[in-house]
């Protein structure tokens, strides 16, 4: 799929921009703290309801305006061109409209703009806690299968309210907490076993791509191994029952699949702990290439693959390494320091101060 | 600036029903100060009466006027062996609008939900296990809503009364009457799958 055109009102430092995009690779450049990111940013609102940097909505909106105002003209991969229009007032609800027609709900709109970020951040994919890795591998589940959002938000749903229940027990469970401690127990094992299946197969269908993307980036092939690591055998229901006692005392849930790992290794040691910085960088964009590959392959998305700043932390060889690794879908890149020599990008923008200028390529 | 005592309570008052918060109080506030005095004054004595004469009813927890039970646990005519429990009075209506349903009912007022501090105790449940064993109920249909929450709920009901001896059974969820299979999504789809149905072409 490709992104045709943005037009943004009051977003992030941007005033009122309008933004034509190229097929191909686009490269975003401009000094720091002029608006490259932003662009991505909104681009990345679009597909996922949300800023990729974990920034609030309210944060979107420019200082002293009262809403923000996103347009974009987006190709689906079969030729379907579709207008996106969304609003993101201060206060009250975001408004979305799909070719003029107010989407019902907000969630109607994930699935019709699909993307792959790259940011810098990701190093924490390899270096931070396990929650970061089991978000990475729903999001790669819910973009390769989409009925799978409704089971995680079921799973977050009941784990929310299993564990209201366990604190209002206060450490002690009478007959009647026992029965209803077992009803939510029942609900848990079922999503949670569900939920479960499907990251082992997913994840299984990553591991060799992110091998091969590894080798690419890191330019010296390693061993790469992912591996789910379970906080239960076989039996949910019969490992919720035995840690009873445990999570009654702690108010807390203590097995299920949000206490689950995903181990990652370099050459059989953990990458976490013993891998350097350079391979570390070249493990998380192993990560986000293996995701992007899988969801690809399976034919269901050709997500835009939007790469932040992240050409700035290779060496020159690793930097064109990656590059000639991405698909060959529509590319939009931000750089403070330039490109890569060998890149030869088919559109440049520039961002002067939340302005956008085309430039001959 | 900040209110007078006698608007800000008025807007307090507001804002602590469901759904207000406090903008929409402010609004509502403004809109009944502005509106002519015997159109405020007809909501209130609305209120006042409404409270005056409905109560919950003793034996199913409906609403109820003019009598310690309502009129559908009154009407003689109805079917004491079938019981369909609902989660709110709001659900009653609806199962009454199909004219189907000739049994009673028994209101749980709310649904199992642990975050918002809803418990067995919070819900008429053993009320209900009295019900069933004091009355002659055959069968009890669950027809608490097809979220997580209701579905809990159910599970929990199953549980209280399957020792009782009692059959139990739960409404069936699928697709909507007249409507199209490709704008169902894919839950309600999925779980029309799992209860399909055979077909059966008769005694011939």
């Known amino acids: ?361 | 600036m900040s209110y007078s005592v006698t608007v800000q309570e008025l807007i307090d008052q507001l804002g602590r029903l469901p759904g207000i918060g406090p903008k929409s109080a402010q609004r509502v506030a403004f809109y009944l100060l502005k509106a002519p005095p015997e159109d405020a004054l007809r909501l209130s004595r609305a209120i006042a009466e409404a409270k005056e004469k409905v109560s919950f009813c003793d034996r199913c927890f409906n609403l109820s006027e003019g009598g310690e039970e309502c009129a559908i646990c009154r009407d003689p005519r109805r079917e004491s062996r079938l019981l369909c429990v609902v989660e709110d009075s709001q659900d009653i209506v609806a199962v009454e609008r199909t004219q189907e349903f000739r049994g009673r009912y028994h209101v749980l007022q709310g649904a199992f939900s642990p975050i918002d501090g809803i418990g067995v105790d919070q819900l008429r449940v053993k009320e209900l296990m009295t019900r069933v064993g004091e009355e002659d109920v055959e069968e009890v249909i669950v027809a608490t809503n097809p979220n997580l929450e209701g579905e809990a709920t159910a599970a929990l009901l199953v549980k209280y009364l399957k020792p009782m001896g009692v059959r139990v059974t739960r409404l069936a969820s699928g697709l909507p009457v007249g409507g199209d299979l490709e704008y169902a999504d894919e839950l309600t789809l999925g779980r029309a799958l799992e209860g399909r149905q055979l077909l059966d072409a008769g005694d011939d």
């Open chain 1, 1 to 361: 799929m490709q992104i045709r055109s943005l037009h943004l009102t009051n977003w992030r430092s941007y005033e009122s921009s309008d933004v034509e995009f190229g097929d191909g690779l686009t490269a975003i450049v401009g000094e720091n703290g002029q608006g490259k990111t932003n662009l991505l940013e909104a681009i990345g609102w679009l597909a996922g309801l949300g800023s990729f940097r974990g920034a609030p909505d309210g944060a979107l909106i420019r200082i002293g305006a009262d809403s923000a105002i996103l347009r974009a003209v987006v190709v689906s991969g079969d030729g379907r061109e579709q207008l996106i229009e969304a609003e993101l007032p201060r206060i009250g609800r975001n408004r979305i409209q799909v070719n003029r027609q107010r989407l019902p709900r907000m969630g109607d709109l994930l699935g019709v703009v699909q993307v792959t970020v790259f940011s810098p951040d990701d190093l924490e994919l390899v270096k931070g806690g396990p929650g970061l890795r089991r978000g990475w591998l729903d999001a790669a589940l819910v973009s390769r299968h989409p009925k799978y959002g409704a089971l995680r938000s079921d799973l977050e749903r009941v784990l929310k309210q299993r564990n209201a229940l366990l604190r209002s027990a206060g450490g002690r469970l009478d007959a009647d907490a026992e029965f209803t401690l077992d009803v939510w127990d029942s609900k848990l094992a079922t999503t949670g076993t569900a939920l479960r299946t499907a990251r082992v197969e997913l994840l299984d269908e990553m591991v060799p791509r992110l091998g091969e993307a590894y080798d690419v980036v890191a330019r010296r092939p390693a061993a790469v191994a992912a591996s789910y690591e379970s906080s239960w055998d076989d039996d949910l229901s019969a490992a919720l029952m035995t840690a009873r006692g445990h999570d009654v005392r702690r108010g807390v849930t203590t097995v299920g699949p949000h206490r689950d790992e995903v181990r990652l290794s370099i050459g059989a040691a953990p990458a976490r702990t013993h891998a350097s910085q350079g391979e570390q960088r070249s493990l998380a964009l192993a990560l986000r290439l293996g995701a992007d590959s899988v969801v690809r392959a399976s034919g269901v998305a050709q997500p835009i693959l939007l790469l932040d700043d992240v050409f700035s932390e290779l060496d020159p060889h690793r930097a064109a390494a990656l590059l000639d690794a991405l698909p060959r879908s529509q590319r939009l890149l931000t750089s403070a320091v330039g490109l890569p020599t060998p890149a030869r990008p088919d559109q440049v923008l520039y961002v002067v101060d939340g302005a956008v200028r085309v430039a001959a390529a």
